[in-house]
């Protein structure tokens, strides 16, 4: 759907909106995750009977895995990922065609005055 040139302004800062709301919960759902891996950490940390890193290491991953947050948490991750690429590419497609269009009118102006300006000097 191709806009009118002044509408692309408002539609441009709507698309841009969007990623802002996006890239936002991208970062709560991020924050959420940390906070899960942050208990996980410190739940293994303290485990007196896991002897180096390794173990600590597949301590906490086992502590993830049996967290019912961690996968969903892991999947809006994702799936807010691929959100904000779509919402990003939305933006850039406004604006590239904004540009087009301004393009264009001025095209359509040059066009008029040469226009004008070839029957002056054919003297019509």
Known sequence: MKLNLSQYPSAIAQA??????????LAEMR?????????????SAFE???????????????????NHEYR?????????NTEKSHAVAR??????EFSVAKLETRLAIAQKLIGLETRELVGL
């Open 16 to 25: 841009s909106q969007a990623v802002n709301e996006v890239e936002h919960q």
């Open 72 to 80: 969903p948490a892991c999947d809006a991750i994702n799936r807010l």
């Open 48 to 66: 007196a009977n896991l002897k180096n890193d390794n173990q600590r290491r597949a301590r906490r991953f086992e502590i993830l895995q049996a």
């Open 31 to 43: 924050l959420h995750l940390t906070r899960l891996e942050g208990n996980a950490d410190k739940i």
């Open 91 to 96: 933006l850039e497609h406004l604006r590239n």
